[in-house]
């Protein structure tokens, strides 16, 4: 549930601390509020003026616009990036007005926001894994993070697009097969088995609900052989979608051979 998850993410709170948040749900915030307020620390949340606005997609990554900062650049492809960027921004903040070195009003401290949100990396959410075809891989297990994923692929993708899934039984995974498939051609349903707590939906059910929202449906057991059926569709000029669990992201990490020593 959201309450249940609100609560997880309030674990980060500490005894005396400061803890900041972008707008959230009702009951979201009541627990974050009452978390903060049984460990004595400060707790801020943002108003939509201090949120980042989009403005323009670029090849390596998007342009947003953020208060006195103005237009930065972003290499991060993902559209909720942009909630993630206003949040770091306000809490960096919060911290340099602690310490002592440049003025926190000063251009030479907006240029330093500027210049280290342009190093940015987040592996394995909305990232480019390959140009021929194209290859995306986002953590997405949700419909909202689905949502999210499809919308900012949006003005990138190429058609044929075939969509690789592969959503925990836990989740909504027939959600996220709609998301998915309202930006593609195919849908092939996958899974892994690095995790051996994480279950996946039976084949016979995953097929059954894919099929409801997609009509070219493929199944298979591993990622590998998905991106193959994926690459025969696509041919070189589509794009491959990849949502799934972490551990599919960090299966592609492996089939794309990509460090994660440093993150």
């Known amino acids: 549930t959201l309450e249940r998850i609100a609560w997880h993410k309030a674990g980060i709170i500490k005894d005396s601390g400061q803890a900041v948040s972008v707008p959230q749900a009702p009951e979201v915030m009541k627990i974050l509020s009452q978390e903060a307020e049984s460990r004595d620390a400060t707790f801020t949340w943002l108003s939509n003026q201090y949120m980042g606005t989009w403005v323009e997609d670029r090849p390596d990554g998007q342009i947003i616009k953020l208060g006195r900062y103005g237009e930065l650049f972003i290499p991060l492809l993902g559209r909720y990036q942009i909630e993630n960027v206003s949040l770091a921004v306000q809490a960096v903040g919060m911290v340099h007005a602690r310490l002592n070195g440049i003025p926190h009003t000063s251009p030479e401290y907006v240029q330093a926001i500027k210049d280290g949100l342009a190093q940015v990396k987040w592996l394995g959410r909305a990232q480019q894994l390959e140009s021929e075809p194209t290859v995306y891989v986002d953590g997405a297990i ?22 690789i899934v592969a959503v925990p039984v836990d989740r909504d995974y027939a959600g996220v097969y709609q998301s998915m498939a309202n930006i593609s051609h195919s849908l092939i349903i996958t899974e892994n088995h690095i995790n051996p707590k994480t279950k996946f939906p039976a084949r016979d059910d995953a ?20 991106l193959d059926i994926a690459r025969t569709i696509v041919g070189t000029s589509g794009t491959i979608l990849i949502a799934g669990s972490l551990m599919i992201v960090g299966e592609c990490m492996l089939i794309w051979n990509i460090d994660t020593s440093v993150i």
């Open 142 to 163: 949700t419909v909202p993070s689905a949502q999210s994923f499809a919308a900012s692929m949006l003005a990138r993708i190429k058609s044929p697009v075939v969509s």
């Open 207 to 226: 097929i059954s609900a894919a099929q409801t929202v997609c009509d070219d449906v493929h199944y298979t057991d591993n990622l590998p052989d998905a």
